[in-house]
């Protein structure tokens, strides 16, 4: 079993700044690409960020410039670092990780982390 924890969500004022984490955990081979997806109210959970294994990046394009994605592969982490958020932000923060556990490769996702950036 293959699990991912985030954390690091919270209440920021709008401008503000805020870092996500996101840690996997379990029978882990290797990972694949790791990403980061929001769901705001009432709609459905889009793309914010996503990085490969090697380290290639894509952003949605509302947050490119202002969020940074990285991970640390020793850790098995991923990190959001957020920056001049604004209020339609505010949502759950889901991570999501392809991990082969040696049974082959499989996406999981973790619980998410409210963050609430107040209009």
């Known amino acids: 079993q293959v699990q991912l924890v985030e954390s690091g969500g919270g209440l920021v004022q709008g401008g503000g700044s805020l870092r996500l984490s996101c840690a996997a955990s379990?029978?882990?081979?290797?990972?694949?690409?790791m990403g980061w997806y929001r769901q705001a109210p009432g709609k459905q959970r889009e793309l914010v960020a996503t990085i490969a294994s090697g380290g290639g990046t894509n952003y949605a394009d509302a947050v490119k410039g202002r969020f940074t994605i990285s991970r640390d592969n020793d850790k098995s982490t991923v990190y959001l670092q957020m920056m001049s958020m604004k209020p339609g932000e505010t949502g759950v923060y889901f991570c999501?990780?392809?991990?082969?556990?040696?049974?082959?490769?499989?996406?999981?996702w973790g619980e998410g982390t409210q963050v609430t950036v107040p209009s």
């Open positions: 999501r990780a392809n991990v082969n556990s040696g049974w082959g490769k499989y996406d999981y």
């Open positions: 379990g029978i882990i081979n290797s990972i694949g690409a």
